[in-house]
Nanobody, 111 residues
């Protein structure tokens, strides 16, 4: 069982930025499927950004140009830099690494 610890959520005004971090209890590899999902109240969990097994990066259309996913193998950590945040980005954000989920971190965008 891999433990994933998320941090970096919080409340921010529209147009603001946050960076989420997800640290795994084991080394992460380029073959890992890893990414960030989010779930807003009353909605299904949706993919935000991910690394595929081949290393390609996918983004949801709603976050393209605003969010950036990255990873640091030396720190076993995956990041999600979120810029130009909008109220519709409000959700619980979950980290995913090859079959394992983080506990979720709340992101609230409100004026």
């Amino acid at each position: 069982q891999v433990q994933l610890v998320e941090s970096g959520g919080g409340s921010v005004q529209p147009g603001g930025s946050l960076r989420l971090s997800c640290t795994a209890s084991r080394r992460i590899f380029s073959i890992d499927v890893m990414g960030w999902y989010r779930q807003a109240p009353g909605k299904q969990r949706e993919l935000v950004a991910s690394f595929t097994v081949g290393g390609r990066i996918n983004y949801a259309d709603s976050v393209k140009g605003r969010f950036t996913i990255s990873r640091d193998g030396a720190k076993n950590t995956v990041y999600l830099q979120m810029n130009s945040l909008k109220p519709e980005d409000t959700a619980v954000y979950y980290c995913y690494i090859t079959g394992n989920w983080g506990q979720g971190t709340q992101v609230t965008v409100s004026s």
